[in-house]
């Protein structure tokens, strides 16, 4: 009677519970990777737009910022100067013609010669203007909120963001970095797997983590993803 209900109670329990164990064994890194992956997307995409802010921002400035408020209220209240090229200066004829106007003229602004060009003229030059950054970054995009880039997605945790000035060859350079490691950013997914990636990449001298720029030595602001 104990030897039957081993063999088609107890055994089948034991089997079945032995094949989800290595099924969940060979499923969990899957899981995990895929969970990894997409959250990786959008905390590129979030660095990807803290870069585009920085370097609109030392534009206007002259160096980064080390403070995610500085760049939010540079989105919502700063200006950035605009260029717009009318002609080529490729074209001699409009080089030439632009020029008999300025020395007809010498004070002749460029929105004067903007008005003749909309008459006819046949010019080259080029106007500079002021637009509101938040007219021009991420215009039109949906989903963007400003408020949003001091956080690190899925987690809450705090964007780590600091900027620097490096003496590169005799000659101050200014430098940011934007950090967001892998202990906040797959926060709540399996924790060992995590425990190996970071590992992993500090084994092979990489920053265990998703970064753009640095504040060590120049790397023309890139990502560790590109």
Known sequence: MVKKLFCYLILPLVILGLT????????????????????EAVAIERLKDIRTLQVAFKSETGHFTSSVDSLKDFYNNGKINVVMQIGSQDDSLAVDNTAKIKKRNPRIKPEELYQLYLNGEHLVFSIQSEIPVKDTLFNGRQG????????????????????????????????????????????????QLRINLDAEREDTGRYPGLKVGSITAPNNNAGNWE
Not at 144 to 171: H, M, Q, R, T, Y
């Open 144 to 191: 963007f909120s400003v408020d949003s880039l001091a956080f690190i997605p899925f987690c809450g945790d705090s964007l780590i963001l600091e900027s620097a000035v490096k003496k590169v060859s005799g000659v101050n350079v200014p430098l940011f970095e934007a950090s967001m490691p892998y202990k906040s950013l797959l926060k709540g997914l399996d924790n």
């Open 20 to 39: 989800y164990a290595v099924v969940e064994s060979v499923m969990e890194p899957v899981r995990f990777n895929k969970d990894k992956e997409m959250r």
